[in-house]
């Protein structure tokens, strides 16, 4: 079984409000597809032979939402039993989860930041290092947008390389995440950049957020990917090389045309790099 994913390709969300449009794609339209295992383990009839139908067309990737990496509660053994199975079904190489938590004796249906400690880092990194024992391989996290944290003994940037030296994990690097995080919380996105593990980063997010004003970005899913995102994701590049990508979009979905032209700009920014021979390192699969 191919386990494998090319470090350059550029991918779109596989999310049930497209179904009928992802099935009508020319084959190579995207070079691959996302989908939350969490919403589709399970699924049967007509849901469970599209997703048979698009997993046997293109290879998919995976992001996990409801894991609850950081919470205090124990992890789900079965969650986790049934994702590996779930991997395992549709040959996915890249798995990822979020480095947050979103549940406490019963979901809380949102990724909460974590506290920026050495106790968070502990906890979590033991967490990830049990779930990639259980599912059998490397998994990455992604750094989360968020508005509030609850405590900051650390940045968020130490945090974070923190938690992947502690937990041996790779990360996703959501980079409209770093943009909208950098202007709520005053910090240079360049910078932050600078400071990550390229060896690490296993591959790359990109969205659209909502401007409410110049110090709050809101993290929506929901729009096209705005300029200066698309202007983090060349610097990324630059500074690590390319990566699989994926373009997020999940609501207030246009026509698949333009969904699929903003698939376009990743595989020609990275046809630049790729050109230019700047591919950097190696994805972990």
């Not at 994702?83 to 979020?98: D, G, I, N, P, W």
């Amino acid at each position: 079984m191919n386990m494998t994913k090319p470090l350059v390709s550029a991918g779109l969300g596989l999310r049930r409000g497209l179904l009928q449009s992802l099935l009508a794609m020319d084959d190579d339209a995207v070079d691959f597809l996302e989908c939350a295992p969490d919403n589709w383990i399970g699924a049967g009839g007509r849901l469970g032979e599209t997703l048979a139908e698009l997993s046997a067309r293109f290879p998919i990737s995976c992001h996990g939402l409801s894991l609850s990496l950081g919470g205090p509660e124990p992890l789900d053994m079965e969650l986790l039993a049934n994702t590996r199975r779930f991997l395992e079904t549709h040959a996915v190489a890249l798995y990822s989860e979020h480095l947050s938590y979103c549940s406490d004796d019963g979901h809380l249906y949102d990724l909460m930041p974590l506290p920026f400690t050495e106790e968070a880092v502990l906890h979590v990194a033991s967490r990830i290092r049990q779930a990639q024992d259980v599912l059998g391989r490397r998994i990455a996290v992604e750094n989360i947008s968020y508005y509030a944290a609850p405590y900051q003994a650390m940045s968020e940037i130490d945090f974070i390389n923190a938690v992947l030296d502690e937990a041996d994990c790779d990360l996703l690097l959501d980079v409209n995440n770093v943009y909208v995080n950098a202007c709520c919380h005053g910090y240079d996105a360049e910078r932050f950049l600078a400071r990550l593990p390229a060896r690490r980063i296993a591959s790359y997010h990109i969205a659209g957020h909502y401007d409410e004003a110049d110090d709050l970005k809101i993290d929506t899913h929901g729009a096209p990917v705005k300029d200066a995102v698309w202007s983090l994701l060349e610097s990324a590049y630059a500074r690590f090389g390319v990566r699989p990508t994926l373009l997020e979009r999940d609501f207030n979905f246009p026509l698949l045309e333009e969904l699929l032209a903003e698939v376009e700009r990743i595989r020609s920014l990275q046809g630049v790099f790729v050109d230019g021979r700047i591919t950097g390192g190696h994805a972990h699969a």
